[in-house]
Protein backbone atom coordinates (compact mmCIF):
# COMPACT_ATOMS: atom_id res chain seq x y z
CA UNK A 1 0.00 0.00 0.00
CA UNK A 2 1.20 3.67 -1.16
CA UNK A 3 0.52 5.37 2.18
CA UNK A 4 1.35 2.48 4.18
CA UNK A 5 3.54 3.82 7.11
CA UNK A 6 3.33 0.60 9.49
CA UNK A 7 2.98 -3.04 9.10
CA UNK A 8 3.33 -5.77 11.45
CA UNK A 9 3.20 -9.45 9.64
CA UNK A 10 2.54 -12.47 11.92
CA UNK A 11 4.22 -10.66 15.01
CA UNK A 12 4.55 -13.16 18.48
CA UNK A 13 6.46 -12.21 21.27
CA UNK A 14 7.04 -15.27 24.18
CA UNK A 15 8.63 -15.06 26.91
CA UNK A 16 10.68 -17.90 28.90
CA UNK A 17 10.88 -21.35 27.19
CA UNK A 18 8.98 -24.79 27.83
CA UNK A 19 6.73 -24.68 30.88
CA UNK A 20 7.68 -21.58 31.69
CA UNK A 21 7.02 -19.81 28.58
CA UNK A 22 4.58 -16.63 28.42
CA UNK A 23 3.24 -15.61 25.11
CA UNK A 24 2.71 -11.96 25.25
CA UNK A 25 1.44 -11.26 21.40
CA UNK A 26 0.99 -13.95 19.25
CA UNK A 27 -0.04 -13.88 15.28
CA UNK A 28 -0.69 -9.88 15.12
CA UNK A 29 -0.94 -8.97 11.64
CA UNK A 30 -1.74 -4.89 12.09
CA UNK A 31 -1.29 -1.90 9.25
CA UNK A 32 -0.94 1.84 9.96
CA UNK A 33 -1.39 4.03 6.79
CA UNK A 34 -0.85 7.96 6.61
CA UNK A 35 -3.74 9.70 7.72
CA UNK A 36 -5.13 7.08 9.76
CA UNK A 37 -5.14 6.88 13.76
CA UNK A 38 -5.88 3.53 15.03
CA UNK A 39 -6.87 2.86 18.73
CA UNK A 40 -5.60 -0.39 20.50
CA UNK A 41 -7.62 -1.24 23.93
CA UNK A 42 -8.10 -4.20 25.74
CA UNK A 43 -7.35 -5.25 29.20
CA UNK A 44 -4.47 -5.17 31.52
CA UNK A 45 -1.96 -7.74 30.49
CA UNK A 46 -3.56 -7.58 26.95
CA UNK A 47 -0.54 -7.36 24.73
CA UNK A 48 -1.21 -3.54 24.23
CA UNK A 49 2.35 -1.93 25.74
CA UNK A 50 3.74 -4.74 24.28
CA UNK A 51 2.44 -4.41 20.93
CA UNK A 52 3.56 -0.32 20.50
CA UNK A 53 7.23 -1.34 21.74
CA UNK A 54 7.50 -3.87 19.03
CA UNK A 55 5.80 -1.35 16.89
CA UNK A 56 8.77 1.15 17.55
CA UNK A 57 11.30 -1.05 17.03
CA UNK A 58 12.27 -0.73 20.89
CA UNK A 59 11.52 -4.44 21.58
CA UNK A 60 12.54 -7.12 18.77
CA UNK A 61 9.58 -9.96 18.19
CA UNK A 62 10.39 -13.58 19.11
CA UNK A 63 8.71 -13.67 15.14
CA UNK A 64 7.26 -12.27 12.85
CA UNK A 65 8.03 -8.97 10.77
CA UNK A 66 8.41 -4.84 11.44
CA UNK A 67 8.24 -2.74 8.43
CA UNK A 68 8.22 0.89 9.22
CA UNK A 69 7.87 3.06 5.60
CA UNK A 70 9.20 -0.45 3.36
CA UNK A 71 11.99 -0.46 5.72
CA UNK A 72 12.16 -3.91 7.37
CA UNK A 73 13.45 -3.71 10.79
CA UNK A 74 14.45 -7.28 11.10
CA UNK A 75 17.60 -6.25 8.20
CA UNK A 76 18.74 -2.97 9.36
CA UNK A 77 21.78 -2.60 12.28
CA UNK A 78 20.64 -1.40 15.61
CA UNK A 79 22.11 2.19 14.87
CA UNK A 80 20.13 2.59 11.48
CA UNK A 81 17.01 1.11 13.81
CA UNK A 82 18.27 4.33 16.66
CA UNK A 83 18.30 6.48 13.22
CA UNK A 84 14.45 5.62 12.09
CA UNK A 85 13.42 6.22 15.80
CA UNK A 86 14.84 9.86 15.64
CA UNK A 87 13.46 10.60 12.33
CA UNK A 88 10.38 8.94 11.71
CA UNK A 89 9.24 8.31 15.42
CA UNK A 90 7.28 9.94 18.08
CA UNK A 91 6.52 8.01 21.72
CA UNK A 92 4.67 8.92 23.98
CA UNK A 93 5.38 6.94 27.08
CA UNK A 94 3.41 5.90 30.03
CA UNK A 95 6.26 6.70 32.48
CA UNK A 96 7.70 9.89 30.18
CA UNK A 97 11.25 8.98 30.35
CA UNK A 98 11.98 12.55 30.47
CA UNK A 99 15.99 13.07 31.76
CA UNK A 100 16.01 14.80 35.18
CA UNK A 101 18.98 16.60 34.15
CA UNK A 102 17.81 18.58 31.46
CA UNK A 103 15.11 21.41 30.87
CA UNK A 104 12.16 20.91 29.37
CA UNK A 105 13.84 22.35 25.94
CA UNK A 106 16.07 20.05 26.00
CA UNK A 107 14.17 17.31 26.58
CA UNK A 108 12.24 17.92 23.66
CA UNK A 109 15.40 18.84 21.57
CA UNK A 110 17.29 16.18 22.01
CA UNK A 111 16.42 13.85 19.29
CA UNK A 112 16.94 16.50 16.59
CA UNK A 113 20.24 17.29 18.37
CA UNK A 114 21.39 13.54 17.69
CA UNK A 115 20.11 14.03 14.48
CA UNK A 116 22.44 16.57 13.67
CA UNK A 117 19.93 19.58 13.65
CA UNK A 118 21.70 23.34 13.56
CA UNK A 119 21.47 24.88 16.83
CA UNK A 120 18.77 27.74 16.16
CA UNK A 121 16.48 25.67 14.02
CA UNK A 122 16.48 23.18 16.52
CA UNK A 123 15.66 25.47 19.38
CA UNK A 124 12.93 26.80 17.20
CA UNK A 125 11.45 23.62 16.58
CA UNK A 126 11.40 22.70 20.33
CA UNK A 127 9.68 25.83 21.41
CA UNK A 128 7.30 25.57 18.77
CA UNK A 129 6.59 21.70 20.36
CA UNK A 130 6.25 23.27 23.47
CA UNK A 131 3.56 26.37 22.58
CA UNK A 132 1.31 24.03 21.56
CA UNK A 133 1.34 21.92 24.45
CA UNK A 134 1.15 25.50 26.42
CA UNK A 135 4.17 25.03 28.23
CA UNK A 136 6.40 27.63 26.06
CA UNK A 137 6.51 29.38 29.58
CA UNK A 138 8.45 26.73 31.34
CA UNK A 139 11.21 25.59 28.35
CA UNK A 140 13.92 26.56 31.12
CA UNK A 141 11.96 24.58 34.11
CA UNK A 142 13.56 21.01 34.92
CA UNK A 143 11.32 17.92 34.97
CA UNK A 144 11.19 18.23 39.00
CA UNK A 145 10.09 20.95 38.86
CA UNK A 146 7.28 20.44 36.68
CA UNK A 147 3.91 18.68 37.91
CA UNK A 148 2.92 15.23 36.67
CA UNK A 149 0.59 16.64 33.50
CA UNK A 150 3.36 19.13 32.76
CA UNK A 151 5.84 16.58 32.54
CA UNK A 152 3.46 14.20 30.37
CA UNK A 153 2.79 17.60 27.93
CA UNK A 154 6.97 17.45 27.62
CA UNK A 155 6.95 14.12 26.47
CA UNK A 156 3.89 14.43 24.09
CA UNK A 157 5.95 17.65 22.99
CA UNK A 158 9.14 15.91 22.45
CA UNK A 159 7.15 13.26 20.46
CA UNK A 160 5.59 15.30 17.81
CA UNK A 161 8.76 17.75 17.31
CA UNK A 162 10.11 18.04 13.77
CA UNK A 163 8.93 15.78 11.12
CA UNK A 164 8.05 12.79 13.01
CA UNK A 165 5.60 10.68 10.62
CA UNK A 166 4.40 7.79 12.98
CA UNK A 167 3.68 8.85 16.86
CA UNK A 168 2.79 5.81 18.94
CA UNK A 169 1.48 7.19 22.13
CA UNK A 170 0.78 4.60 25.30
CA UNK A 171 -2.02 6.30 27.53
CA UNK A 172 -1.23 9.57 26.95
CA UNK A 173 -3.53 11.39 28.75
CA UNK A 174 -3.12 9.00 31.63
CA UNK A 175 -1.52 12.22 34.05
CA UNK A 176 -3.78 15.03 32.63
CA UNK A 177 -7.54 16.52 33.77
CA UNK A 178 -9.81 15.92 30.98
CA UNK A 179 -9.73 19.68 29.67
CA UNK A 180 -6.22 19.02 28.76
CA UNK A 181 -6.61 15.32 27.97
CA UNK A 182 -9.12 16.53 25.67
CA UNK A 183 -6.61 18.82 24.39
CA UNK A 184 -3.78 16.34 24.07
CA UNK A 185 -5.90 13.99 21.85
CA UNK A 186 -7.16 17.08 19.44
CA UNK A 187 -3.41 17.47 18.62
CA UNK A 188 -2.92 13.76 17.94
CA UNK A 189 -5.85 13.50 15.59
CA UNK A 190 -4.65 17.22 14.58
CA UNK A 191 -1.41 15.32 13.48
CA UNK A 192 -2.65 12.62 11.96
CA UNK A 193 -4.60 14.30 9.71
CA UNK A 194 -2.07 16.56 8.84
CA UNK A 195 -0.56 13.11 6.91
CA UNK A 196 1.28 10.85 10.02
CA UNK A 197 0.21 7.45 11.39
CA UNK A 198 -0.93 7.28 14.91
CA UNK A 199 -1.64 4.26 17.65
CA UNK A 200 -2.55 5.26 20.47
CA UNK A 201 -3.52 2.57 23.73
CA UNK A 202 -6.09 3.64 25.97
CA UNK A 203 -8.22 2.18 28.15
CA UNK A 204 -10.61 5.13 27.54
CA UNK A 205 -13.76 4.68 25.38
CA UNK A 206 -14.08 8.09 25.16
CA UNK A 207 -10.22 8.43 24.26
CA UNK A 208 -10.49 5.59 21.49
CA UNK A 209 -13.64 7.07 19.54
CA UNK A 210 -10.53 9.77 18.50
CA UNK A 211 -9.57 7.13 16.45
CA UNK A 212 -10.38 5.90 12.82
CA UNK A 213 -9.96 2.28 13.88
CA UNK A 214 -10.00 0.84 17.17
CA UNK A 215 -8.05 -2.84 17.48
CA UNK A 216 -9.42 -5.23 20.68
CA UNK A 217 -6.64 -7.42 21.79
CA UNK A 218 -7.36 -10.22 24.46
CA UNK A 219 -4.50 -12.13 25.80
CA UNK A 220 -1.89 -11.05 22.74
CA UNK A 221 -4.56 -11.69 19.90
CA UNK A 222 -6.50 -9.39 17.76
CA UNK A 223 -10.09 -10.65 18.74
CA UNK A 224 -11.96 -7.74 17.09
CA UNK A 225 -11.69 -4.09 15.25
CA UNK A 226 -14.13 -1.49 14.58
CA UNK A 227 -13.91 1.11 11.74
CA UNK A 228 -15.04 4.07 12.42
CA UNK A 229 -16.31 6.97 9.95
CA UNK A 230 -13.95 9.80 10.32
CA UNK A 231 -14.69 11.39 13.56
CA UNK A 232 -14.85 15.29 12.47
CA UNK A 233 -17.69 15.46 14.94
CA UNK A 234 -15.19 14.88 17.78
CA UNK A 235 -13.33 17.62 16.34
CA UNK A 236 -16.03 20.69 16.36
CA UNK A 237 -16.22 22.90 19.22
CA UNK A 238 -13.09 21.42 20.88
CA UNK A 239 -10.67 23.58 22.23
CA UNK A 240 -7.09 22.99 21.95
CA UNK A 241 -4.53 22.95 25.20
Known sequence: M??????????????????????????????????????????????????????GG?????SGEVVIEGQ?????????????RRRTLGFVFQDFNLIPTLTALENVTLPLELD?????????AGLDALAAVE???????FPDDLSGGQQQR????RAIVGTRRLILADEPTGALDSA???????MLRDRVDAGAGGILVTHDA??????????????????DENVRDHPESLLAGRRTI
Open 2 to 55: PDEILRLDGVAMHYGTGETSVSALSGIDLTVSRGELVAIMGASGSGKSTLLTIA
Open 58 to 62: LTQPT
Open 72 to 84: WLADLPSAQIAIL
Open 116 to 124: GWPRRKTRA
Open 135 to 141: LKDRAHR
Open 154 to 157: VAIA
Open 180 to 186: TGEGVLR
Open 206 to 223: RHAAWADRIVFLRDGRIV
